[in-house]
């Protein structure tokens, strides 16, 4: 079965301009300049594995859109967002934490990112599409109302979501979030929210720090609607589809959504510089297809995944494009080049302790009641 996918890209995004860094830290004298880690080279490599190996020709290219400074304010402060446009106009400005440099014009290629989550959003609400694919850049998941955070400038999929409740009236709305850091942003903003379910699967207290604790479980009406899984480092396949089966899968049934996000990282996977995790293109398959699949049964097939981190620049592409066919339906042929090296590696299977966490957090949601 195919279906029709929408998928949006734009040159600007690989403009974004991080700065001489040294991966995650700024040179120094004994400090040898590099790149920031958060570089174009992941996602433009993606862009182009779309491209050669043909997918796009089964995909619906959706044009980005540059979003308002009134949708960026359903989510933001005014004072956010004259910080970043201040920020804007520095040689190198930073989004408000000091891990989150971005160059000049970073302001207009934020709100590229922001509006081409929108725009994928508006072509699966209008119909125009099945489900879609936003490769955006900047990212989103760590942006806090008032404050940029760990590469995010703004919250693209909370600004996609007050979008669609102001234009097509949808309300529920639940966002699963695979990144392997905490989705801190999302949380924080709907945590007091019971009409947004905020599922985030990460590695423990990884960034930020002390941050996507089980015990973290949303605020006052909004209790039991924000769903914590902090995997060990080290977790792979095994633990990220056991996950997806006992938490993720019942929470959205639960829960029963009229539209579902995906803060889609692949810094989980098996050569991640930023995470310790062990996760292969073939579960990334399994994952998109699990939350087609979910959402076919629960949201009348709507969901929109927006692009997060990802630091290979090898290896995101095939990841990338595990996604896009798991959602498409479509296969171009195209073999993970790295599944020989990475695939049957012991880390795959669910340790005991893996399992516990899980568990943990399946309790945890059953308890609030939840899952039924
Ligand atoms: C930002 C600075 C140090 C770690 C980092 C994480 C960014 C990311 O991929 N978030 O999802
Ligand atoms: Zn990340």
Redesign the pocket.
């Known amino acids: 079965m195919t279906r029709n996918t929408g998928y949006v890209w734009h040159e600007r995004y690989a403009w974004h301009d991080t700065g001489t860094y040294a991966g ?1 830290v700024a040179p120094g004298p004994m400090v040898q300049p590099f790149h920031n ?2 570089s174009p080279e992941s996602k433009a490599r993606f862009n182009s594995l779309v491209e050669v190996s043909g997918l796009i020709e089964n995909l619906t290219k959706v044009p980005a859109q540059y979003a308002t400074e009134e949708d960026i304010l359903r989510v933001h402060t005014q004072r956010h967002v004259d910080f970043i446009k201040e920020q804007s106009e520095q040689q190198l400005g930073d989004a408000g934490d000091g ?2 440099p971005f160059g000049r014009g970073g302001f207009e290629v934020a709100l590229l990112a922001a509006g081409g989550t929108i725009a994928a959003t508006d072509a699966v609400l209008s119909g125009r599409v099945d489900n879609a694919y936003a490769l955006v850049r900047p ?1 989103g ?2 942006a806090e109302r008032d404050l940029g ?4 400038i703004f919250a693209n999929i909370p600004v996609a979501i007050e979008w669609a409740r102001a234009n097509h009236g949808v309300t529920r709305v639940a966002v699963v979030d695979y ?3 905490h ?1 801190n942003g999302t949380q924080h903003i709907y945590e007091s929210d019971p009409d947004v379910l905020a599922i985030s699967l990460h590695q423990e207290l ?2 930020p720090q002390d941050s996507g604790r089980l015990d973290e479980v949303g605020i006052g009406e909004g209790v039991g609607k924000t769903i914590n899984v902090p995997l060990q480092s080290g977790s792979g396949n095994g633990a990220y589809l056991a996950a997806f089966e006992r938490v993720v899968v019942p929470a959205l049934r639960a829960f029963r959504p009229e539209l579902i996000m995906v803060a889609s ?1 692949f ?1 989980a996977s098996a050569v991640d510089p ?2 310790c995790m062990s996760v292969t293109a073939s579960a990334y398959r399994s994952m998109a297809t699990t939350l087609v699949e979910i959402a076919e049964e629960v949201s009348g097939g709507r969901v929109v995944f927006s692009h ?4 290979s620049p090898v290896y995101v592409p095939y990841c990338g494009l595990a996604v896009l066919e798991g959602m498409s339906g479509f296969e171009t042929g195209v073999p993970d080049p790295y599944a020989m090296s990475f695939e049957n590696s012991p880390a795959h299977s669910l340790k005991p302790w893996q399992d516990d966490v899980i568990s943990a957090s399946e309790v945890l949601a059953r308890q609030l009641q939840l899952i039924i």
């Open positions: 995650i880690f958060e891990w989150s990212p998941h760590h955070m760990g590469y995010c990144d392997v850091h989705g990884l960034f990282g810094d930023l995470g997060e981190g990802g630091y």
